[in-house]
Every structure is written in C-alpha cells, then in structure tokens.
C-alpha cells in the first residue's frame, strides 16, 4: 500500500479466521450500500474438447461478461498476453502449507451490475490463449480480465483469464484447476510485512520486525536486511513454483512510505523490490509491482504486471500508465462507489479494474 502525507491505507491481506463476528460484519457494511449481488453460473468441466466464450477488456478496455462457446466446455482466453524467455530457474524447497478445499463455491454473479450502472452487452467468443513455451514468462496484456480472492473458499467459476489466490491456502490441485480452464494464476505472498499466521513466521528475526501495519498479526519488514529477508522469500517462491503458479503478487513493497519502525529510504526500497523481482524472474515467475505509486518509473522496467488498490478513489489511475505504454497489465481494485463512478476512467486507461469487497472474498463486479 502507498502512502501520500499522513494518509494511511488499510492493507489488503487478513489472517485465517479475522472475518468472523463483528469485524465481518463491519467490512460487509462498507460494501453492501455500493455493490448488489447474484449467483453466478458454475464452471463446466475443464479438459473437454470445446472451448469457452469470454468477453473481457481489451485494448479499448471493453465490459466484462460471462459465455459459453457453443457445444464447447469452459475455457478462458486472455487478450494478446505474451512470454518471454526466463534466467534459469533456482534450486530450492519449502514445506507445503496449509491448502484450501478444491470444491468450487457460489459467489456474486463476477458480470454483476452497482447500481446505477449501465447495462452489459451480450458475451462474445475470444480466442483462448496458446500455452507459453516452456522456460517463457507470462506476460499479461492491458486489459486482461481478472479474479482476485484471498479469504472463503475459492470460487473456481469465475469465466475470466487470470486469478489472484493466496500461496498457502491455494493447493497445487486448485492451481493445476485454473490451468486446465485456461486461466494464468498469480500467487499472493506478503513480501514486506511478517504475519503471525504463516507456516514460517520463526524464520523471522526479531531485529527485522518493525511496527504494526495496521493489521492484526502483521508487522513491516526491515528491506534493508537483505541478507535475511532474501532467503525467506526466495524460499516462498519456491513454493508458488512447486504448487504451479505463473506469476507472484509480492505484497507492501511500500514499507519506505509508511510508518514501518525503520528509517528506511526510496533508494533502499528499489533495491529490496528489484531483488525480490529477480527472485521471481529466476524461477520462471512472472511479478507485479503492488502499489508503490511513486516509484512506478523506476520499477516498470523490473516487473511485468501492476497490482494497484484504489487508484480511483485517490485519483491517481494516470501513475499506472507506463505500465500500459509497456504492453504490460494493470490490474486494479476498488472497495467502494459504483461501476458507472470509475470505469469509464478504467477503460480509458487500459486497467482491469474490478469492483470487491475489502475482505477480498470470491464476489466481484468487473468494468
């Protein structure tokens, strides 16, 4: 999350068994006035012959909408996403961690309409993207649809090219999953901040935990310490690439922005980020910059997707667009307003922006 002057942002990324009781209840009561929902339609069985229909942003930064080919099974395509050859991939394990259950659940129709909104248009056929060689990068287009879930059980039947899950409660058979319906899929870790919940939270020092980031369980790290930190991550990527992810969401990579206990400068965070990004690129992953506004000309060439929080709600969308200009995606989310308030602005600039709820569970609305 970034930081302008003393406003600070909420972090996305909740601890297993945060969202009971009253604090769901408070996170539900700041959606439910903007956003309505509906089930949506299950998944047919990937690995049959046919092929799906899926409209999604393109180029132009079209309506998302749900279809299915005729006589075809589920597939997904994704608008003009590209790969390029990767370093050589780095040696290394880490115990498995806890994994979801594969069973897919209902959520909110994703093609759903805010109130207010305008209506969709009738789904189109797209072409289903051709697996990338072996040894390639995934490289997402502008303008490529998304899901982004890090708390319930994983929908599965979200018709869109690309998923955004949790490293440790996604399971290898839910990736392999998404895989066989033709979906490229992201895997979130917290890379500059401890949380008390996580399989290898004592291979953490005490010396590089700093203050609270504002949630429960969670603490920034110090960047600075290289030496210590590297390994850990180098460690969780390992995992995203045994489990069978494309791609990694390396989350609070903004530490130098916020309140983080450390004195920790611009400079250092480039550092921190563009390590993180050749750990990555050295197991064959693609990687998104999450947030760090600021730093999005220093740091476009070392990534090849963003992942960026609220962007509308702070007016500050246009700082995304040397991404764009770089054929590279920008995946964007807003927890609240309505379609009709930040799409137009959204297709505008190429994003795929989506309407969540703050807890990031499996509803959606997609511009």
């Known amino acids: 999350m970034r930081t302008t ?14 969202l009971a009781g009253p604090v769901l209840a408070g996170l539900l009561a700041l959606t439910t006035a903007a956003c309505s929902s509906a089930p949506s339609a299950p998944l047919a069985a990937a690995g049959a012959s046919g092929s799906a229909a899926t409209s999604t942003p393109g180029a132009g930064g079209g309506t998302a909408a749900i279809g299915t080919a005729p006589g075809g099974t589920s597939a997904a395509g994704s608008p003009g996403s590209s790969a390029t050859p990767s370093g050589p991939a780095s040696s290394g394990s880490a115990g498995a961690g806890p994994t979801g259950s594969a069973a897919p ?40 649809g998304w899901q982004w879930q890090l708390t319930g059980t994983l929908d599965l039947s979200v018709d869109v090219p690309v998923y955004d899950v ?33 399989p290898d939270k004592a291979a953490f020092p005490a010396t590089v935990l700093g203050s609270s980031n504002g949630w429960p369980g969670e603490r920034w790290l110090d960047v600075r310490r ?20 494309d791609a990694v969401e390396p989350d609070n990579v903004d530490g130098y922005a916020n309140d983080s206990g450390f004195p920790l400068t611009a ?8 390590a993180i990004a050749k750990l990555a690129h050295d197991r064959g992953l693609a990687v998104g910059l999450k947030n760090d506004l600021d730093q999005v000309p ?10 960026n929080e609220q962007c509308a709600q702070y007016s500050e969308c246009d700082a995304l667009s040397p991404f764009i200009a770089a054929h590279k995606a920008a995946f964007t989310v807003e927890y609240s ?31």
């Not at 440790?168 to 919940?197: K, M, P």
């Not at 220093?298 to 963003?306: E, H, M, N, Q, T």
């Not at 602005?345 to 309407?355: G, I």
């Open 5 to 18: 002057s003393a406003r600070r942002r909420p972090h996305r990324r909740l601890a297993p068994g945060m």
């Open 105 to 144: 659940a209902r959520s909110t129709d994703p093609a759903g309409s805010a109130p207010g909104s305008p209506s969709r248009p009738a789904s189109t056929p797209v072409t289903v993207t051709p697996a990338r060689p072996a040894g390639a990068i995934w490289h997402p287009a502008p303008g490529t």
């Open 226 to 245: 290289l030496d210590v930190l590297l390994p850990i991550m180098g460690k969780r990527l390992d995992l995203c690439r045994q489990k069978g992810f």
């Open 337 to 367: 307003g309505s379609l009709a308030s930040f799409c137009p602005q959204a297709r505008q600039l190429q994003l795929s922006t989506l309407l969540k709820h703050l807890a990031l569970d499996a509803w959606r609305q997609a511009c």
């Open 298 to 307: 220093s740091l476009v060439g070392s990534f090849d997707f963003a992942v």
């Open 166 to 198: 949790d490293l440790y409660t996604t399971s290898a058979a839910q990736v392999a999953q998404l895989h066989a319906a033709r979906r490229s899929v992201i895997c979130y870790v917290n890379a500059g901040a401890w949380e008390d919940f996580r």
């Open 267 to 274: 400079a250092e965070q480039l550092a921190y980020n563009r």
